[in-house]
């Protein structure tokens, strides 16, 4: 290629990639002679002012971000209408392509590799910079194993405005967060949503959803839920599925709130050695050899200078005054340190005091809610003390909780029951009050802890209490429009009786629908009263056709609408299908009588009609 110099020094050497928005070229840099990466926004892009200004403000923000683990952003400007970002330049290959050829990755080298995304992720967050793009062609693994994210030149801060390509959301579709398939607000859990995708192919070969449409794709992230990855690959440990699972939770809030978090979540598992030896490892390093440890190098004779006579001198006194000091332990009895013994057994505080030249002497016992019988409650002298070697270490013993027999309650008033547990030393705890037949009201019918049994002094006891007899009552249910036979199955199970049946000729209601009931719905009755009704002996209501017209709101770009219809017939799906947003669906369909239209936009209730 033609030699280019931008600011007159970064001279671009050869292209190396090419994406959506941006060339990008192996360059130089004149001034500090170093490689660097030169990403150039194309020229359809640099006519865009809202654009530019976007890429600019994001570009600087991302050069605020320094980190081993990220691509690091050293500078951006423009050139006679070129605008340019200028990164660090980094050997190596993509994770995608290493995915390619390697997976599935063992488990562990697939959480190392997801461990340094999280550390670069979280100190980009820490900055305010999400980088809504994450996915293996934008993670670089040097010859030494090193992971970098890149692109975070297209990342933006919370607050700031997003940056879009022909209207449509940036970033891969197959690592897409549902919030950002949306085009909703976004925060750090996206990153996180997007890892969990990444982590998902390292382990299964697979990315969690495809299709032949992006769209599709899309909308798989939205609505769907992947293929647990253990269904993919048995190998993977049912633990670290759970922290891809988690990690890609649809809800922002059932995720991983921090990459850090995600991070303690990987290293605290327990991974099995890899049977296959990773493809990426870590370079060992040697320390440099001192000049005059080189082979062939002569030795210099070394001669003090009166300063260094001097200096001697002082380290000479120094080195009798420790020798006198460390000596007075034999002279004076060598003084040792109290180690902690509070909290442990009196086997292990005995020995651990004999380990430090100490005795232990018990010098009584105490009931304690905190140690456990048998442990150390307190020690005399504390720990961190420095005493004489044999000095006696005093200490209480636990006798465990204070524990109180329950007192008997069945039976007893609410008052007398509150008075034996006082007497008891014990509380009162909740009290249910129930219905019951047999004991009187007011009176214990349960306890729990039940009596004999032992607590805490001081603890409570809950308590049933009796309601007296009970007038059982129940509501009447609505029958009409039901069968004969589901009305009389109602009224059974709401403990009602069926009464008189008549019947009479109705244009509104099919034969052998309830027309009518003697007891209104909803009304408060006891049970066993009766319920007559009054049943159609047809014709019924003709059938007729309608439609109705939904426009769709234009917040998202697709909805699955569904169409349900409700009359004397019943309930039944009229429509379903996925609509782009904005558009206006016209929805046919029959009904018989009066009927009530619901439509759903993914799975919310929208509109009702009636007919």
Do not use: W
Request: proline share 5%; with cysteine; hydrophobic share 40%.
């Amino acid at each position: 290629m033609d030699k280019v110099l931008l600011h007159n020094r970064y001279e671009l050497l050869e292209e190396i990639g090419d994406g959506a928005t941006a060339t990008v070229y192996r360059a130089r840099c004149t001034l500090l002679d170093r490689i660097v990466a030169v990403k150039i926004l194309k020229e359809e892009y640099a006519r865009d002012e809202g654009f530019v200004r976007k890429f600019r403000s994001e570009a600087q923000a991302a050069a605020q971000v320094s980190h081993p683990n990220i691509v690091n952003v050293f500078d951006v400007g423009e050139d006679d209408g070129r605008y340019f970002i200028v990164m660090e330049y980094v050997q190596g290959t993509t994770l995608k392509e290493y995915i390619a050829s390697h997976a599935p990755l063992e488990p562990a080298e697939a959480v190392r590799i997801a461990s340094e995304i999280c550390d670069a992720l979280e100190q980009a967050h820490a900055k305010g910079i999400i980088h809504r793009d994450i996915k293996p062609q934008n993670i670089l693994v040097t010859a030494d194993g090193t992971v970098k994210v890149a692109d975070f030149g297209i990342a933006r801060a919370p607050a700031s405005g997003t940056i879009t390509h022909s209207g449509n959301i940036m970033g891969s579709v197959y690592y897409i967060s549902p919030e950002q398939a949306r085009g909703t607000v976004l925060d750090r859990t996206t990153d996180i949503y997007s890892l969990g995708c990444v982590l998902y192919e390292m382990l299964t070969g697979r990315v969690p959803f495809d299709a032949e449409f992006p769209v599709t794709v899309a909308l798989k992230h939205i609505h769907e839920l992947p293929v647990e990855p253990r269904a993919l690959n048995p190998s993977i440990p049912v633990s670290l599925e759970t922290v891809v699972l988690t990690a890609m939770s649809k809800h922002p809030g059932d995720r991983y709130q921090s990459a850090a978090a995600m991070k303690a979540a990987m290293q605290g598992l327990s991974l099995p050695a890899g049977g296959r030896r990773s493809g990426i490892l870590r370079k060992g390093s040697a320390r440099p050899a001192r000049p005059e440890e080189e082979e062939g190098m002569p030795r210099r004779k070394r001669v003090l200078s009166p300063l260094g006579v001097a200096m001697l001198v002082v380290g000479v006194i120094g080195l009798v005054a420790g020798l006198t000091f460390g000596l007075r332990g034999s002279i004076f009895g060598r003084e040792v340190v109290v180690p902690l013994v509070e909290g442990l057994s009196a086997s292990e505080a005995y020995q651990r005091l004999q380990e430090a030249g100490l005795t232990m002497t018990k010098a009584g016992e105490d009931f304690s809610a905190e140690v456990e019988k048998g442990s150390i409650i307190s020690q005399d002298p504390p720990a961190q003390s420095r005493v004489k070697e044999g000095r006696e270490v005093k200490v209480v013993v636990s006798k465990g909780k204070n524990m109180v027999d329950v007192p008997d309650l069945v039976g007893e008033t609410l008052d007398d029951a509150r008075l034996l547990l006082g007497n008891a030393g014990l509380e009162v705890g909740d009290v249910q009050k129930v219905f019951d037949d047999r004991a009187a009201e007011d009176t214990v019918i349960a306890q729990e802890p039940r009596s004999g049994q032992q607590v805490e002094l001081g603890g409570a006891v809950s308590l049933t209490v009796s309601k007296g007899k009970q007038v059982q009552q129940t509501q009447v249910p609505d029958l009409v429009g039901m069968t004969l036979e589901n009305a009389q199955a109602l009224l059974r199970e709401r403990q009602l009786t069926l009464g008189d049946i008549t019947r009479e000729d109705s244009a509104r209601y099919f034969a052998g629908q309830v027309v009518r009931q003697t007891v209104a719905a909803g009304t408060t009755v006891e049970t066993g009263t009766q319920v007559g009704i009054v049943v159609s002996n047809g014709p019924g209501p003709q059938e007729q056709t309608s439609s109705i017209q939904v426009p769709l709101p234009a917040a998202q770009q697709y909805y699955r609408v569904v169409v349900t219809v409700s009359d004397v017939k019943g309930v039944r799906e009229v429509f379903s299908d996925i609509r782009p947003g904005g558009e206006r669906v016209d929805v046919e369909f029959t009904s018989y009588g009066p009927a009530t239209v619901e439509v759903t936009l993914d799975g919310q209730f929208f509109k009702r009609y009636r007919v």
